[in-house]
Nanobody, 123 residues
Framework: QVRLVESGGGLVQAGGSLRLSCAAS????????MGWFRQVPGKEREFVAA????????YLADSLKGRFTISRDNAKSTVYLQMSSLKPEDTAVYYC????????????????WGQGTQVTVSS
């Protein structure tokens, strides 16, 4: 089992940047593929990005390419989401997720989740 804790969310103006972090504890971090999802009230959790165990391959939602980047540091048991050129429509709660058989595009295929961190982008 792995415990995930997100941080780095907050309020930012449109055009700004944020870096989210997700720190893992428990089982060996490097055995998990990691993903980032986001959710707004009333909508399904949306895929943002994912990364393989070694970090060598990443996946990004098409609509976010060029603005968001996912990375991981297995030595620090942390996965990151770098977000730039933020838009008001990026406002959401951002969650990180872990799964040994991933990465996956569907949120219901991940076994472990963090509590989420709120990102609010003002216009």
């Amino acid at each position: 089992q792995v415990r995930l804790v997100e941080s780095g969310g907050g309020l930012v103006q449109a055009g700004g940047s944020l870096r989210l972090s997700c720190a893992a504890s428990g089982r060996t971090f490097s055995i998990y593929a990691m993903g980032w999802f986001r959710q707004v009230p009333g909508k399904e959790r949306e895929f943002v990005a994912a990364i393989r165990r070694s970090g060598g391959t990443t996946y990004l939602a098409d609509s976010l390419k060029g603005r968001f980047t996912i990375s991981r540091d297995n030595a620090k048991s942390t996965v990151y989401l770098q977000m730039s050129s933020l838009k008001p429509e990026d406002t959401a709660v951002y969650y990180c997720a872990a799964d040994k058989s991933g990465p996956h595009y569907r949120y219901d295929e991940y076994d472990y989740w963090g509590q989420g961190t709120q990102v609010t982008v003002s216009s």
